[in-house]
T-cell receptor, first 108, second 116 residues
Framework: RKEVEQDPGPFNVPEGATVAFNCTYSNSASQSFFWYRQDCRKEPKLLMS???SGNEDGRFTAQLNRASQYISLLIRDSKLSDSATYLCVSDSWGKLQFGAGTQVVVTP | ETGVTQTPRHLVMGMTNKKSLKCEQH?????MYWYKQSAKKPLELMFVYNFKEQTENNSVPSRFSPECPNSSHLFLHLHTLQPEDSALYLC???????????????FGPGTRLTVT
């Protein structure tokens, strides 16, 4: 079983709509989590850190459910520039495990 | 952004060549990482250096040899690679504490390597 699993998508989202997707993790000892976004042929860029139950930054909301071992990312009022692959990452004492990513495509 | 830089950005090498990838971080971090990203696969951690000491080597073949001369610089020396080693090689840095925990990692732009 993969340590971090994500729905690869793509999630096709009309501009202005809301999209949400989950990431499940298998290591219950994971202490913190991150969402990165990665554009095609570019490096991952940190979007959000999740240390407790969740985090919100503008249009982006992450929620952590430790009991069910998943993290979600919700994007409100989607912009065309939100089109990217979103990588879920779990951190257990400095050991990061990356998911393969969820592709989001925002359409006009 | 110039927090983490990598050179070269693109590299094509034959199976008998020797080349090196360079990474430099300007963020004052004390941990640096090498990752491999192949198409449609998760990032694979290759090497970790904390406080200039290698703390992790994820069963990487010996044809990849890391070097960390100081906390700001990291190299990946390549020799006798195979075509399946073609991938995007990403360097990252973070702040690590003495207990082994670390904070967010920041990535360089990567070196896209093609082995012919």
């Amino acid at each position: 079983r993969k340590e971090v699993e994500q729905d690869p998508g793509p999630f096709n989202v009309p501009e202005g709509a809301t999209v949400a997707f989950n990431c499940t993790y298998s290591n219950s000892a994971s202490q913190s989590f991150f969402w990165y976004r990665q554009d095609c042929r570019k490096e991952p860029k940190l979007l959000m850190s999740v240390y407790s139950s969740g985090n919100e930054d503008g249009r982006f909301t992450a929620q952590l459910n430790r009991a069910s071992q998943y993290i979600s990312l919700l994007i409100r009022d989607s912009k065309l520039s939100d089109s990217a692959t979103y990588l879920c990452v779990s951190d257990s004492w400095g050991k990061l495990q990356f998911g393969a990513g969820t592709q989001v495509v925002v359409t006009p | 952004e110039t927090g983490v830089t990598q050179t070269p950005r693109h590299l094509v090498m034959g199976m008998t060549n020797k080349k090196s990838l360079k990474c430099e971080q300007h963020l004052g971090h004390n941990a640096m990482y090498w990752y491999k990203q192949s198409a449609k696969k998760p990032l694979e951690l290759m090497f970790v250096y904390n406080f200039k000491e290698q703390t992790e080597n994820n069963s990487v073949p010996s044809r990849f040899s890391p070097e960390c001369p100081n906390s700001s610089h990291l190299f990946l020396h390549l020799h006798t690679l195979q075509p399946e080693d073609s991938a995007l090689y990403l360097c990252a840095s973070s702040q690590a504490d003495s207990a082994g925990g670390s904070y967010e990692q920041y990535f360089g732009p990567g070196t896209r390597l093609t082995v012919t």
